[in-house]
């Protein structure tokens, strides 16, 4: 948190759908199991009153373990269904993500890999130089049977703009909560089906052309 | 191209939109020969299902030609088509199981949220049938682009006309797994609310599975008439205590299983049944149950209910004692098409089923307002609108 550097409005609302506190995330997935007295996850725990900064959502992959966990190794396929990330490049062991803000901006978050255990678990942090602080994990697990991979997208989260940044950032759709369960079910499409679901009419009406004709 | 478009309750009108194109790798663009209005297009008519914008393209039993495909469709330019209403991936959970209209991927991400929040889970998505369902725009238009048009499409031989095959789409295996679903044995007394499209196929199915009494219920006398010739006994209900006729009918021991094909908006005189409607006008959103309160109470004890009608929120005075009590074993849901579209075709070839006697209207697709104000105001006489994009105005029937 310390080398955080001084951000403006609009980096500050696009970060907040991965802004994390290190040290805190670190003691969060030391203790998520720990907490608590039954065996769900901690971020679906009740707390009144309080702003619960965890976002965690679990879906099942019908596709191997191994396959599913490549995809992700490389972060260059992230933005093909993370749909405020415009691309992710590396600059050798750091990740910069190029993730849209409101009004056409964009912000570079650096990330590096924490943990890397082999069809398990991909953990990153960012580190010093980013816009934006932030922390994710994920998490990859055999499903019963034949249904294939559990899949948990975990990220913790310290708004730095408080509860106005979370307030603005959900006008713009960037609620981090909405957004991680919304990539996860694109992830889980991109899979199983190999393209995105839409809806749309025509190619003007995709959700991609109307951001970037809103960016533009 | 031209569309069927809604603009709100009781007002939808053909417009000018754009065509569609191919999105995704998957998809194919179909050019449609004949559309249908369907029951429950009514139930957006009225304005009782919410998540429906203006100008929403309506529709979703229809087919047609293959103009147009995707790089990894599977279907081929010049193929005559029947699409399912439900649109599935082929890929996930459940559509490995069959289960189509559960489909997890169909409907997009960003508009799963509604219905996850009303119903606990996401529904599939569905052709011209609210955001709810995806806003897929419908194919009571000119063109309509079709995902995953690998694993949903039906292709057609040549020699079989339009409207031998059309109710593929939806009406034909929603009536068959209404009967499926009520688990029918050879010696069964099955009662079916509802001689609407689905209330007439699920009988037919349900004497083509081999029950041995089928009763129809109803009040529009010419959809009783089609009942009978089907091979139903008719009750109707406004002239008949229905729970105690279906009680004499089925030797005192009541229905070994009913078959509620009414849904949301059902007709009644009871007390609660008004005030659903009024719950509904003013948008808190109880499902009007009668038909399905009353088949719950004459289905014998130990006995099962299907329950293909449709309903969309929340219904008041259940039955639930009943159900409990009684034992009973309910199963509903969106209709699973794809699973039923390879067998129906076959027995619609070997003649075992015939859909036509159901279509008492064909219009052009210019004139499809009308041919919903008269479905829904002129029930008895209107009981199925195919309308034809290529048909001439004049020749209108």
Known sequence: MDDRKTIGLAGTMAGIALAAGGAAFAGFLAQRHKQGDDDAPLYTRKRPGTDNPIVGRTVTIRKPREELYEFWKDFQNLPSFMENVESIREEGDARIWTIKAPAGRTVEVRTKIVQDTANQTIAWRSVEGSDIDTNGEVSFADAPGDRGTRVSLVMFYDPPAGELGRAIAKLFLREPEVQARHDLKRFKMLMETGEVTTSAHTNDATRKAKQQENEA | ?397
């Not at chain 2, 279907?75 to 991936?89: A, D």
């Not at chain 2, 039955?319 to 849901?333: D, N, T």
Request: proline content about 5%.
């Open chain 2, 1 to 397: 191209m031209r569309a069927l478009t809604w603009h709100g309750t009781h007002d939808v009108r053909v417009d000018t939109v754009d065509d569609p194109e191919i999105i995704n790798s998957r998809d194919a663009i179909l050019k449609i020969t004949s559309t249908a209005i369907c029951g429950s297009d009514l139930h957006l008519y009225d304005g009782v299902i919410p998540g429906v914008r203006p100008g929403d393209v309506l529709g979703h039993e229809f087919m047609g030609e293959v103009v147009e495909t995707g790089r990894d469709s599977t279907l081929k330019k010049g193929q005559r088509v029947v699409v399912p209403f439900t649109i599935s991936c082929g890929g996930c959970f459940h559509c490995k199981i069959q289960q189509y209209s559960a489909c997890e991927n169909s409907n997009p991400a960003e508009k799963q949220d509604m219905s996850a929040t009303l119903y606990g889970h996401p529904m599939a998505g569905l052709f011209g049938y609210s955001h709810l369902t995806g806003g897929y725009s419908g194919g009571q238009a000119e063109y309509v682009r079709v995902p995953y048009s690998d694993v949903g499409p039906i292709v057609i031989p040549d020699h079989l006309e339009d409207e031998k095959v059309l109710f593929l789409s939806d009406i034909l295996p929603t009536g068959w797994m209404g009967a499926e679903n009520a688990e029918i044995q050879p010696d069964d007394t099955v009662a079916v609310w509802g001689c609407g499209p689905v209330g007439l196929f699920a009988i037919q199915s349900a004497i083509v599975m081999g029950a041995s009494k089928v009763i129809a219920i109803d009040h529009y006398p010419h959809r009783l008439e089609l009942a009978k010739q089907l091979g139903a006994e008719v009750i109707d209900f406004r002239k008949t205590d229905v729970r105690e006729a279906l009680m004499e009918m089925s030797g005192g021991i009541g229905c070994d299983a009913v078959i509620d094909a009414v849904g949301m908006e059902a007709h009644g005189f009871a007390i609660d049944n008004m005030i659903d409607i009024a719950k509904q006008k003013i948008g808190i959103g109880a499902d009007r149950a009668s038909a399905l309160k009353q088949a719950i109470l004459a289905v014998r004890p130990g006995g099962r209910v299907s329950i293909p009608g449709v309903y969309g929120g929340m219904t008041d005075k259940f039955p639930l004692g009943a159900l409990m009590e009684k034992g009973l074993q309910v199963r509903s849901g969106q209709t699973h098409v794809q699973r039923y579209t390879k067998d129906l075709l076959e027995k619609i070839e070997d003649g075992t089923l015939d859909t036509t006697f159901l279509i008492s209207h064909r219009l052009p697709l210019e004139e499809a307002p009308r041919g919903y104000k008269n479905f829904r105001e002129e029930q008895d006489s209107w009981t199925k609108v195919v309308l034809k994009p290529g048909m001439e105005q004049e020749q209108a029937a």
